[in-house]
């Protein structure tokens, strides 16, 4: 890997910038434009070349994702294709860029949810109510049942895409998963695939619905309920 300040390095500010992130940053710490300023003096809009790498599967949250960091603080949640090697960087060169009217197109199919974790845009996560979900239009890799590969559009959250770990979704799979159901399941779930959603139990509703409470109004139940 070469350095990122070496002089003798014959790059743009993009592949200069993810050694930067690599080299002086870190992964899982945070920067801001003012230290990408000073790293690259007088180059012009160098936090947009860095900001580049997310379209080679670098993730960079802003506070926008991540309610914990300030509106000048950004986090280098995770490196991804090595820019620094041509033929790494020739081998992920993006695809041809979605218009806003195909995303929006995709986002609608997929009801405006995350079809990873089914989290809705602008959504804290249950885990980390810091954290709100973040959508976005992405290409996965699909195994379809005939074997064949396809690369296909899904919509998915900013955390469910930084931990993809770049496997393709397999229909195959999913398929032969649901025939070791019992037939009653197979149509239940043949069902859920009609209505796009999956079916609740009374248990689950309830669940929900406490959910939904706020803490005092939950705290509250509670103690009511073991009385």
Same mark, same amino acid.
């Given at each position: 890997?070469?350095?990122?300040?070496?002089?003798?390095?014959?790059?743009?500010?993009?592949?200069?910038?993810?050694?930067?992130?690599?080299?002086?940053?870190?992964?899982?710490?945070?920067?801001?434009?003012?230290?990408?300023?000073?790293?690259?003096?007088? $180059?012009?809009?160098?936090? %947009? &070349?860095?900001?580049? @790498?997310? *379209?080679?599967?670098?993730?960079? !949250?802003?506070? =926008? #994702?991540?309610?914990?960091?300030?509106?000048?603080?950004?986090?280098?949640?995770?490196?991804?294709?090595?820019?620094?090697?041509?033929?790494?960087?020739?081998?992920?060169?993006?695809?041809?860029?979605?218009?806003?009217?195909?995303?929006?197109?995709?986002?609608?199919?997929?009801?405006?949810?995350?079809?990873?974790?089914?989290?809705?845009?602008?959504?804290?996560?249950?885990?980390?109510?810091?954290?709100?979900? $973040?959508?976005?239009?992405? %290409? &996965?890799?699909?195994? @379809?049942? *005939?074997?064949?590969?396809?690369? !296909?559009?899904? =919509? #998915?959250?900013?955390?469910?895409?930084?931990?993809?770990?770049?496997?393709?979704?397999?229909?195959?799979?999913?398929?032969?998963?649901?025939?070791?159901?019992?037939?009653?399941?197979?149509?239940?779930?043949?069902?859920?695939?009609?209505?796009?959603?999956?079916?609740?139990?009374?248990?689950?509703?309830?669940?929900?619905?406490?959910?939904?409470?706020?803490?005092?109004?939950?705290?509250?139940?509670?103690?009511?309920?073991?009385?």
């Amino acid at each position: 890997m070469p350095t990122w300040d070496d002089p003798k390095l014959n790059a743009g500010t993009m592949v200069r910038g993810a050694l930067w992130l690599v080299q002086v940053i870190g992964q899982g710490n945070t920067f801001t434009k003012e230290q990408i300023r000073a790293a690259f003096p007088g $180059v012009s809009q160098a936090d %947009r &070349r860095i900001r580049d @790498l997310r *379209d080679y599967g670098w993730v960079m !949250l802003t506070n =926008t #994702e991540d309610a914990r960091l300030t509106a000048e603080d950004q986090r280098f949640e995770k490196a991804g294709v090595p820019v620094w090697d041509p033929v790494a960087r020739r081998a992920a060169t993006p695809q041809k860029a979605l218009s806003n009217k195909e995303k929006q197109a995709v986002m609608a199919r997929d009801h405006y949810m995350c079809t990873l974790c089914g989290i809705s845009g602008g959504e804290s996560y249950h885990d980390d109510s810091n954290q709100t979900a $973040v959508l976005s239009v992405t %290409r &996965r890799k699909t195994v @379809l049942l *005939d074997g064949s590969e396809e690369t !296909l559009l899904a =919509t #998915e959250c900013k955390r469910c895409r930084s931990g993809f770990n770049g496997s393709p979704a397999r229909a195959d799979e999913v398929l032969a998963a649901i025939k070791e159901l019992d037939p009653g399941e197979q149509r239940r779930i043949l069902r859920w695939m009609d209505r796009d959603r999956r079916g609740t139990t009374p248990l689950e509703r309830a669940w929900n619905t406490y959910r939904r409470l706020p803490a005092d109004a939950r705290e509250e139940l509670r103690s009511a309920l073991r009385q």
